[in-house]
């Protein structure tokens, strides 16, 4: 229940000697009915991070920072959301990690599981461990941080407007995160100069993101070996203190990557479709975007860095309004299929520049 993590020192006898832990029993929540699993309060799935294969890309986690000689250990614990609280350097894991069941109800309600692969759930975990090496030695209130990220003290904004061409930010995690905010930016610049056989020298070279990245080079090099100033190992919003039901903590994640109020896209979708009667017996447009949801929500999602679920709301959308204008195709559907592709791009990157790319939970 309690997700306490381990350095390499303090590992388990059991586990240096090669012997196998043995295996806990399924949780019984495991073989519910996804209806009665809703119903379920988060605290109730009894989880923690032993025997889940996020506790190995922990170790990993400490293993890469143990490589750079800085001693920060982040601990971490099983939350609702990926996040390192301010004053406390730690990581909070979102829950539907640490069991199959859940990755596959995830999945289900949000199109997709942020941090499912091991690349992906490494990337995040160097991202927040940037959080963390700020948080233990207090790097924002050093004039030099502030002279090469920004005020930290700026409030974190509910939307934010990327510039995707923009050489003045590092590329690690999607959605151009590093633009959200100063902690981020730093906490981006940090998690491309800490993952293993970086190339950033290379990769970054004649970018104005050059400098960030030189100065975490140099500052990490000053403080190896050196003592935290932070030390807290307290855990905020853990699992087992978490009394809303996994309905209600859905209802509130698709609320908040909902994309709000109905946009309109008569113009779009009338040089897409047809709405003339000649075309009335030809594939109508509602089924035919139907048919390739999964497969254009992924690619928009792929190339544009937005959610799938944000996606899939503009998609459900333009398929209602499909219907309410009675269209259908007007084109071979290989060709519908590559224009759909396009207008479904512009609407979302019309989205993210119109001001609206919300930031994380």
Same mark, same amino acid.
């Given at each position: 229940m309690y997700a306490e993590t381990m350095s390499a020192s303090k590992t388990p006898s059991h586990r240096r000697n090669g012997a196998a832990r043995p295996r806990r029993r399924a949780p019984a929540w495991a073989e519910l009915p996804e209806e009665e699993l809703l119903d379920l309060r988060l605290c109730d799935l009894e989880l923690d991070l032993s025997d889940t294969v996020l506790q190995a890309r922990i170790e990993r986690l400490h293993d890469e920072l143990s490589q750079r000689d800085i001693v920060v250990r982040p601990h971490c614990w099983l939350s609702d959301e990926w996040f390192s609280p301010d004053g406390v350097p730690g990581i909070g894991i979102p829950f539907y990690l640490a069991h199959p069941r859940l990755i596959r109800l995830e999945r289900k309600q949000m199109l997709e599981v942020e941090g499912a692969t091991k690349d992906w759930c490494m990337k995040i975990l160097r991202h927040e461990a940037g959080h963390a090496v700020d948080t233990s030695f207090r790097l924002r209130r050093r004039r030099d941080f !502030?002279?090469?990220?920004?005020?930290?003290?700026?409030?974190?904004?509910?939307?934010?407007?990327?510039?995707?061409?923009?050489?003045?930010?590092?590329?690690? *995690?999607?959605?151009?995160?590093?633009?959200s905010h100063p902690t981020e930016d730093f906490a981006e610049t940090f998690a491309v100069w800490l993952k293993p056989r970086?190339?950033?020298?290379?990769?970054?070279?004649?970018?104005?993101?050059?400098?960030k990245l030189k100065y975490v080079d !140099?500052?990490?090099?000053?403080?190896?070996?050196?003592?935290?100033?932070?030390?807290?190992?307290?855990?905020?919003?853990? *699992?087992h203190h978490l009394r809303m039901? *996994?309905?209600?903590?859905?209802?509130?994640? !698709?609320?908040?990557?909902?994309?709000?109020?109905?946009?309109?896209?008569?113009?779009?979708?009338?040089?897409?479709?047809?709405?003339?009667?000649?075309?009335?017996?030809?594939?109508?447009?509602?089924?035919? *975007?139907?048919?390739?949801?999964?497969?254009? !929500?992924?690619?928009?999602?792929?190339?544009t860095g937005e959610y799938q679920y944000t996606i899939d709301q503009v998609l459900g959308e333009m398929l209602v309004r499909c219907e309410e204008l009675d269209l259908h195709l007007d084109r071979p559907e290989r060709l519908a299929r590559r224009d759909a592709f396009i207008v479904l791009t512009i609407q979302t990157m019309q989205f993210l520049h119109g001001g609206h790319h919300r930031l994380a939970l």
């Open positions: !502030r002279e090469v990220f920004g005020r930290c003290s700026q409030p974190y904004p509910e939307f934010y407007q990327p510039k995707p061409f923009s050489r003045s930010y590092v590329m690690h *995690l999607d959605r151009w995160y590093a633009q970086s190339r950033w020298r290379t990769q970054y070279e004649g970018w104005p993101a050059m400098r !140099r500052v990490m090099n000053e403080l190896a070996g050196a003592a935290p100033a932070v030390r807290s190992r307290r855990r905020e919003a853990p *699992l039901t *996994l309905r209600e903590h859905y209802e509130q994640k !698709r609320d908040h990557y909902g994309i709000g109020k109905m946009r309109i896209y008569d113009g779009d979708l009338k040089r897409l479709f047809s709405d003339a009667p000649d075309h009335r017996r030809r594939l109508s447009a509602a089924t035919f *975007l139907r048919r390739h949801r999964k497969e254009l !929500r992924r690619t928009v999602s792929l190339w």
